[in-house]
């Protein structure tokens, strides 16, 4: 992770006059998914950079000690060994950047976690909705931190943001910073919930000046995600944040992400934006749950070169 956030005071002309431009922010999108990402013999090695941003999700009502068991197993060894060894990356110790798990869950992904340098991050807040009383929310930050997650995943009330009470959600997201002691805190937007780019833009600078590690997109449970346009609306907010400040701050995207196709975007999107520096899982995470087997698929067709003949295809 990179070095914490310290936040600044809640200054109201920072977000007062923006106003978005949501034509231009709809080409830049269109211009970046449109482009070639990179060459044939690149993809494998930016695939598995991709890897190293997971954090690999389980946020389901059936999650139970065993499936996170799995995925731990998983972050720890991602990519399969013979491929790792065909990249010559095989004792590079390849894992995904960190396991998100409920606070519920939080304890059996340390347990399993211990041995390994991967951090558990814990959804909080009353995740997805953040509709709990506040003391509720800061109580579960406090209960993950002491289970052991170092990373928090707060999500903002966003009742606030769509009514304009902009120093309310300072002052919550502050005390949700103080609540997480050491953890970073990454503070999800719930972007598909706030309207238009402009409140993403507030929003994303209000969660920088409050303390905020990472930003990111959305829970994954909401019916729009994490989509292009808003990730630049969110990537220039980081920028004016960093020119203003000094101080980087991380971008997760997460929800609905399952496709390496979309992992390569997600990169490039990153790169152009913010620059090579935010290429890392101390500053960009993708949030997913079902991104990974896809990858795993793409490496194995870029290294072997081993695409299914035609008429092997099943369709006799
Ligand atoms: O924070 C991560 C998201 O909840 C994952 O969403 P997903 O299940 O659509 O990949």
Redesign the pocket.
């Known amino acids: 992770m990179s070095a914490r956030n310290p936040g600044t005071t809640f200054d109201l002309e920072w977000i007062s006059n923006i106003r978005v431009n949501t034509q231009a922010v709809l080409k830049r999108a269109q211009h970046i998914q449109g482009q070639k990402i990179c060459r044939n013999q690149w993809q494998a090695a930016w695939l598995l950079k991709g890897v190293t941003c997971i954090?690999l999700?389980t946020?389901a009502g059936d999650d139970t000690p065993s499936n996170v068991h799995r995925l731990c197993l998983k972050a720890i060894q991602p990519v399969r060994y013979d491929l790792l060894k065909k990249m010559d990356m095989h004792n590079k110790g390849v894992t995904t950047a960190a396991v998100?798990v409920y606070p519920s869950r939080v304890a059996d992904a340390v347990m399993l976690l211990k041995n390994s340098n991967l951090p558990v991050a814990s959804?909080a807040t009353g995740f997805?909705a953040g509709q709990t009383p506040l003391e509720t929310r800061l109580q579960e930050v406090r209960r993950a931190v002491a289970d052991g997650a170092t990373e928090i995943?707060i999500v903002i009330n966003r009742t606030l943001a769509l009514t304009g009470q902009w120093k309310a959600m300072f002052d919550e997201i502050r005390q949700f910073r103080e609540a997480c002691g050491d953890a970073h805190m990454k503070t999800?937007l719930a972007v598909g919930e706030l309207g238009t780019f402009t409140n993403v833009y507030k929003a994303s600078m209000v969660a920088m000046m409050a303390g905020s590690d990472f930003i990111?997109t959305?829970?994954?449970?909401e019916a729009v995600?994490a989509t292009y346009p808003v990730a630049i609306v969110m990537a220039r907010a980081i920028r004016n944040y960093f020119l203003r400040t000094g101080h980087k701050v991380g971008f997760?995207p997460?929800?609905?992400?399952?496709t390496a196709q979309e992992c390569l975007v997600w990169l490039a999107l990153i790169k152009e934006e913010l620059g090579n520096d935010w290429l890392s899982p101390h500053l960009f995470r993708l949030?997913?749950?079902?991104?990974l087997a896809d990858i795993e698929r793409q490496i194995y067709h870029y290294v072997t070169g081993q695409y299914a003949a035609y008429n092997e295809l099943p369709i006799a």
């Open positions: 954090d999700t946020l998100c959804v997805p995943d999800i990111k959305s829970t994954g449970k995600n997760k997460a929800g609905g992400i399952r949030g997913a749950s079902s991104l």
